[in-house]
């Protein structure tokens, strides 16, 4: 069977997530529960899907780090494919990513999660443990600025995972290993872009954290993901990744910067065969800020409790939401109506950036991905619309030649 008849079952499926390991068979995430299919899978064959899904350019690196982090489209379905190399030869986790365009509605989440991406600058943290939709969270607000206002958003994503069709905004996607070395690399970059909106896909390094909160202090506003498990504790992981002497300055900024904390977990629903997000969202109401200023973080349960009137939700009054609301999202039997937007508002028109020599390791590391390019002009008075396509930079300098 071929990767891309496997991934299209496991999409029928509603699998969330696909592994593949030599001498064992397809095991599929499906509402949050593994489950193993069909007969085990040989080596030479995994090693021959992998090959094929990174190309010979990507292989050495693939050889030299002996894992490879990318997205594809495949069969129709966005993916995100993490490739690695175990004790039985190679293995691949491949997340299936939303067949729709990632929106606060068709999500399930609560609209007073707009608000958290309505202020020019500030800091937006989406936490959650792995599998949460946290990309998927962060997507759905870069949405709903693409939608409804005309800002410059710069994304660092490691992968790309979902790609955006530039509406009134105008967006640039880079992607670490292929557009950019580091998470680092791209920040300090980012501010010299003139950006209104920066998204970072992954917060783990100390660098990557005071990087982000620097641009959340200068002006930009600033969204970004931490694996937590409570709001709480996403805001007491990025103050205990610095030494003791600089935790002061740093919960001073996430102080000074904060908009929201979103902490999320999915819930499956029998009664509609889907798992929905349930959230924890703290916001920074005058004692919460006080809070982690003094670095109290324990206090913050606390003040979660008696937010309400600041729009702060803790999760038994979410799950209590959830239990009222009747119009949920139900992918494939809910219509769902074209991304539309008022025709008297044009975006900002994408021009073909210029092609760059990559270093010699980076070049190595580029993956096929999601490259915009300029397409003829439509007609006039419509909204311009900007497609992104599959082939990456080597494949539109083919072009050019």
Same mark, same amino acid.
């Not at 939608?147 to 069709?165: C, D, K, L, N």
């Not at 905004?169 to 872009?193: M, N």
């Not at 200068?218 to 504790?233: D, N």
């Not at 300055?249 to 889907?274: E, K, M, S, Y």
């Given at each position: 069977m071929s990767l891309e008849a496997l991934i299209a079952d496991a999409h029928q499926q509603g699998a969330s997530d696909l592994h593949l390991e030599a001498g064992l068979p397809a095991a599929l995430r499906i509402r949050g529960t593994l489950r193993v299919a069909g007969e085990p899978f040989a080596a030479p064959t995994l090693a021959r899907f992998a090959h094929e899904l990174v190309g010979p350019d990507a292989w050495p690196f693939f050889l030299e780090r002996r894992s490879f982090d990318f997205s594809r489209t495949i069969a129709g379905v966005r993916c995100r494919i993490n490739m690695l190399h175990t004790s039985r030869g190679i293995g691949l986790a491949i997340r299936l990513l939303a067949p729709f365009q990632a929106t606060l509605e068709r999500l399930n989440l609560h609209p007073d999660l707009k608000n958290l991406v309505v202020p020019t600058h500030g800091l937006v943290l989406i936490s959650g443990p792995t599998g949460s939709g946290k990309s998927s969270t962060l997507a759905a607000l870069i949405q709903e600025i693409?939608?409804?206002?005309?800002?410059?958003?710069?994304?660092? !994503?490691?992968?790309?995972?979902?790609?955006?069709?530039?509406?009134?905004?105008?967006?640039?996607?880079? !992607?670490?290993?292929?557009? #950019?070395?580091?998470?680092?690399?791209?920040?300090?970059?980012?501010?010299?872009?003139?950006?209104?909106?920066?998204?970072?896909? !992954?917060?783990?390094?100390? !660098?990557?954290?005071?990087? #982000?909160?620097?641009?959340?202090? *200068?002006?930009?506003?600033?969204?970004?993901?931490?694996?937590?498990? *409570?709001?709480?504790?996403?805001?007491?992981?990025?103050?205990?990744a610095f030494?003791?002497?600089?935790?002061?300055?740093?919960?001073?900024?996430?102080?000074?910067?904060?908009?929201?904390?979103?902490?999320?977990?999915?819930?499956?629903?029998?009664?509609?065969?889907?798992?929905?997000?349930?959230?924890?969202?703290?916001?920074?109401?005058?004692?919460?800020?006080a809070f982690i200023r003094s670095r109290d973080f324990f206090k913050l349960p606390q003040a979660l409790e008696t937010g309400g009137e600041h729009s702060m939700w803790t999760f038994d009054r979410y799950q209590k939401w959830l239990a009222r609301r009747t119009n949920f999202f139900i992918p494939g039997k809910t219509a769902d109506a074209p991304d539309a937007e008022p025709a008297d508002v044009s975006p900002a028109a994408a021009v073909p950036l210029p092609a760059t020599t990559a270093g010699p390791k980076t070049a190595g590391a580029a993956a096929k991905g999601a490259v915009m390019v300029a397409p003829p002009p439509p007609p006039t008075g419509g909204p311009i619309e900007i497609e992104p396509v599959e082939g990456g930079l080597g494949e539109i300098i083919k072009k050019l030649k």
């Open positions: 693409n939608v409804t206002e005309a800002r410059h958003v710069v994304t660092i !994503e490691s992968p790309i995972e979902y790609t955006f069709r530039p509406r009134r905004a105008f967006i640039r996607q880079r !992607e670490v290993g292929r557009d #950019t070395p580091s998470f680092e690399q791209g920040l300090l970059d980012a501010l010299r872009e003139d950006p209104d909106v920066l998204m970072v896909g !992954e917060m783990r390094e100390p !660098e990557t954290m005071r990087l #982000t909160l620097n641009a959340a202090e *200068t002006g930009h506003l600033v969204l970004a993901t931490v694996h937590s498990g *409570t709001c709480a504790e996403a805001l007491q992981r990025i103050a205990l030494p003791p002497e600089i935790q002061g300055n740093i919960c001073a900024q996430l102080a000074d910067c904060l908009l929201g904390v979103v902490c999320q977990r999915l819930l499956f629903r029998p009664d509609l065969n889907i798992r929905v997000p349930e959230c924890e969202i703290l916001r920074p109401s005058t004692s919460v800020k």
